[in-house]
């Protein structure tokens, strides 16, 4: 079977293993990037989220000028910011600072969910909890704002008696690529109201993301930016070269969700077979397999088959996937070849 016909994009919230410190994961997802590049794959987003032992994906700017630095062509992006821990102006500095040593490979995804605990939010808006609910409120301006200041032009406003001109880098010739994420029909309304392209984190839920879809592709309001709605799909997937083998891998990240949803301790991502050696009880076993139902698990033919029938269900022709294969024990700690050959298998 051949490659499928719809782009294929990678979502990476660069895992931390049990065996790995966070250099080790760092370099893992550097060598990941780089494949995706050498395959083809369009685009490569990290995620941000905050005092998770599984995850070292703290910092998207970061990450996004370490791994555009370390690839080619691909595009190189957030999926995403997470807006309320951060002021506008900021995340529009640092954007229009990548975009400016990347021209045309910087994708600025934003979302409005806070991507961690409450104290740890507590802490990223200096320990106080109501700006942080005044963030949240003030979303569509800020994200207003942060597209402002990003363009070529910046703003003037408006200082006492004089005018100030205000701009995210003093010359800017290109503009990254902004982009709603979401969960929820919040974002999808938002999106279609301001003209934005937008994605809905089916790989999070795997529920009402035809629904969001649907929502922001009626309601669309043109922009001169994007005068068509603009989205894709995003989903966990595990390819191995047997059905057996990739549920084999699927396995540390089904128990690692199963503890995240259920507020049991979170701990690193279990090698292989650490994760068979858990003895799981009757209901985590049941909710896992209802979970990873909504993944691609499985071989090449049956991982790209699903994924033809996702985009055709959904009416996208870009496809965003997030690989979610375990390590087995004495893998080399700064590389992830399970979630390689995951890219690898899906081209064929």
């Known amino acids: 079977m051949t490659a ?29 990037a780089q494949v995706a590049d050498e395959l083809g794959y369009r685009r490569y987003w990290v995620a941000e989220h905050h005092n998770m032992p599984a995850v070292a994906a703290t910092n998207p700017p970061v990450l996004i000028a370490m791994l555009a630095a370390a690839t080619e062509r691909i595009r190189v992006g957030s999926g995403g910011v997470m807006l309320p821990n951060h002021a506008p102006l900021v995340v529009a500095e640092q954007f ?32 106080s909890a109501e700006s942080a609910d005044e963030a ?22 408006q200082v ?32 279609a109201e301001k003209g934005l392209p937008y994605v809905f984190a089916h790989h999070f839920s795997g529920e009402g993301t035809g629904v969001a879809l649907e929502l922001y592709r009626s309601t669309y309001r043109p922009s001169p930016e994007y005068p068509e709605p603009r989205t894709f799909l995003t989903v966990n997937a595990v390819v191995a070269p047997t059905e057996e083998e990739a549920r084999r891998r699927a396995l540390p990240n089904v128990q690692q969700m199963i503890a995240l949803r259920t507020g049991a301790p979170l701990h690193p991502q ?23 139902q909504r ?3 499985g071989s090449p033919d049956q991982a790209r088959a699903r994924i033809e029938e996702l985009a ?8 965003m996937v997030h690989p979610v294969a375990g390590a087995a024990a004495g893998t080399d700690v700064r590389t992830s070849p399970a979630r390689e050959e995951t890219l690898r298998l899906l081209v064929g």
């Open 4 to 32: 499928p016909s719809v782009d294929l994009s990678v979502l990476d919230l660069v895992p931390v293993r049990s065996d790995q410190t966070t250099g080790d994961a760092l370099a893992a997802s550097r060598g990941l």
């Open 96 to 127: 229009a600072l990548l975009e400016a040593a990347y021209p045309g490979r910087i994708d600025l995804g934003i979302g409005r969910a806070p991507g961690t605990d409450p104290l740890t939010r507590f802490v990223l808006r200096g320990g």
């Open 136 to 157: 949240v409120a003030k979303f569509p301006d800020y994200v207003e704002d942060i597209r402002t200041l990003m363009t070529t032009e910046g703003v003037e406003l």
């Open 160 to 191: 006492g008696p004089r005018r100030q001109p205000l701009r995210a880098t003093p010359s800017a010739r290109t503009v990254a690529d902004m982009w709603l994420l979401g969960s929820s029909d919040y974002s999808a309304r938002l999106a």
């Open 270 to 292: 279990r090698l292989v077979e650490e994760a068979e050696a858990v003895e799981m009880t009757a209901d985590q076993r049941a909710f896992g397999d209802a979970m990873a």
């Open 295 to 297: 993944w691609i698990v």
């Open 312 to 319: 055709a269900e959904h009416g996208v022709d870009e496809v």
